[in-house]
């Protein structure tokens, strides 16, 4: 079986170390389960779709819920565009025009 791998944008890394210990390691595990199984096999709780080609993969941990937002780009290949501290029930638009701004220029 051919792996998928996860890839972050530049920008998101430092999102992603900003977070506490414990949602890093989520974000890992279930990065993980989307190279292992790809992202048809992995669902919710796990990644949940959001519009147009922006997926999440959801992240709780004891301060909070946190998400990283995803498009699949060129074959297998996912790339994790924004990781940020949710702090109301839906995902902000905001987020998800950075998302979309970054793909639009991904390296």
């Not at 998101?12 to 890093?24: F, G, H, I, T, V």
């Not at 109301?88 to 390296?107: D, N, S």
């Given at each position: ?35 292992d199984l790809g992202p048809q096999r992995v669902g919710l709780p796990h990644i949940r779709p959001l519009e147009d080609k ?54």
């Open positions: 079986m051919i792996r998928w791998t996860v890839t972050l944008h530049p920008q998101a890394e430092p999102e992603l170390l900003a977070l506490p210990p414990d949602m890093q390691a989520r974000f890992l595990r279930t990065a993980e389960l989307l190279e922006l997926w999440e993969i959801r992240l709780q941990g004891r301060d909070g819920i946190a998400r990283a937002v995803y498009a699949a780009v060129h074959q297998r290949r996912l790339l994790v565009l924004h990781v940020f501290i949710k702090k109301t029930q839906v995902t902000p638009r905001r987020a998800i025009e950075t998302a979309l701004k970054r793909l639009e220029t991904q390296p």
